[in-house]
């Protein structure tokens, strides 16, 4: 497996592979891996030929430099995962090559679409993710990209992206992983302590909840699923945790969706602070 | 010489050229052309095996309706000119092929250069110009692309963000041409009647009067330097005529340059409707 720290080799390693006729996946993490990421990889792995994965904790996409301090590393464990997983080539750059101390002037961005859901409280969050996956594709040039579903908003608006600024990827948005009592796969969930983790089933509980009862009345309305999800998530969360936001949403717009229509179709999605840690979830309705 | 409208085929024709191992120069035009293309062209064909040149009237930069409805447009007669340079290929998309009814929701922004001169008065003009250049650069793939002075904002964030943005394209950026009295060549020159053509060269000559003071006093400041201009230009335009901005800038940040400063190194820039002929013009002073 090749380490690349210089963005001209994973270029060069990226072109070399194409030339000789093989196919690129792509897969970009902030590293301290996971069974998602792995999924991930594994997705890579059934569509190309080479599978290139990143690892680079975006700054530019942290609005709370102590969220950036505090986000979990362990470059040497991620790089033992990542041969067990036979990947190609690991991209990780240092920041220094990829920003300099101010702050980019180009800007990237989806008014639309960030001043939704996440977008709302970590403003200039998607202006990060935009700019740091815009320029990645542009150094490794990937066939195809894959991002979990469980950021939802995020792989919506890297779609938009793709699509808006003709970039030359297909995008991939895989299931999200879980652990066996629902809790996302994330590397956040490092940070729970046992009290705060034994909390955090809360919110898939509370996503059932909602998709059980659709499942037995498919007219099932917006409004009524709201209720629901509400009633569970207060009647479950402790003094400690905070709401960000919680509701129905039209899954491409990700406007709230109208109170009077079914949920069937819609996306659950769901922001909260277990203790001192942010949380999200999704789902979609079937 | 190949005339493509379909954005596949200038793909396929860019590609094909690099894979035989040549250069692709790229001009990217609105028509209309003039000696200031030409010149472009010129200088591509001194870069590059292989000149493509792009006609597309881009309405997501228009802010003002009448004045794409009004721009001037001749495409039998630009053909003829291209022809005459001996480029290779001319990109004529048709605006249903790039946009949809929509809006797209991606923006490529630069607020902190959008918000100085052209900017103020034309809002969202600059984010048009970014998306269609960016895109362009993503179907045709140049190695070079060239750009003229007289759009002087535009080149500098066109260069800012293929920099920001990691774009594979060396920028060029070729002095304005001029009519003999010194008038910037202009698509939308045409536009003047003879009194209003006879009112325009004023421009040039105001920027005249204050690069030979400069040449008579290397230290004249900024503040000198805009009082010139400022007789120069009231003195001279009609009750019909009126100015958007006019100073002395920064050339990287187009910030005010600084009163008590000397003017040498800085960018006059100036925008004033002629009758109802916007012009615009500048003069970095050496």
């Not at 897969?27 to 990889?41: D, E, K, N, S």
């Not at 102590?66 to 470059?75: A, C, I, S």
């Not at 909390?199 to 996503?207: A, E």
């Not at 709230?256 to 979830?281: E, F, H, M, S, T």
Request: proline letters at 5%; aromatic letters at 8%.
């Amino acid at each position: 497996m090749l380490v690349i720290h210089k963005i001209q080799e994973i270029s060069a390693y990226s072109k070399g592979t194409k030339q000789a006729g093989l196919t690129v996946a792509f897969v970009p993490t902030m590293g301290y891996l996971h069974a998602g990421h792995i999924q991930l990889i594994r997705e890579a792995r059934k569509r190309a030929n080479r599978i290139i994965v990143s690892i680079f904790v975006n700054p530019l996409q942290f609005n709370d430099s102590e969220d950036l301090k505090n986000y979990p590393r362990n470059p040497e464990r991620d790089l033992g995962l990542l041969r067990e997983e036979d990947v190609d080539a690991v991209f990780m750059p240092e920041v220094r090559q990829i920003y300099t101390d101010e702050k980019p002037g180009t800007i990237i961005s989806n008014p639309g679409l960030a001043n939704k859901l996440c977008g709302i409280s970590r403003p200039g969050h998607f202006e990060g993710v935009l700019f740091i996956v815009h320029n990645l594709f542009q150094w490794v040039q990937p066939d195809f990209a894959f991002f979990g579903l469980k950021d939802y908003q995020q792989q919506l608006m890297i779609r938009k992206m793709v699509n808006d600024l003709a970039m030359p990827v297909e995008i991939f948005s895989i299931p999200t992983i879980r652990e066996e009592d629902g809790l996302a796969m994330s590397s956040r969930n490092a940070r729970l302590n046992n009290s705060e983790r034994s909390r955090s089933t809360l919110i898939f509980q509370s996503m059932m909840l909602v998709q059980n009862a659709i499942h037995e009345n498919k007219n099932l309305t917006n409004s009524d699923a709201f209720l629901i999800l509400h009633n569970s998530l207060h009647a479950g969360l402790s003094a400690e945790d905070r709401i960000d936001y919680f509701g129905i949403y039209d899954p491409q717009t990700l406007e709230l969706a109208a109170a009077d229509k079914p949920a069937l179709g819609n996306l659950i999605a769901i922001a909260l602070y277990i203790g001192k840690v942010r949380l999200i979830d999704n789902l979609l309705l079937v």
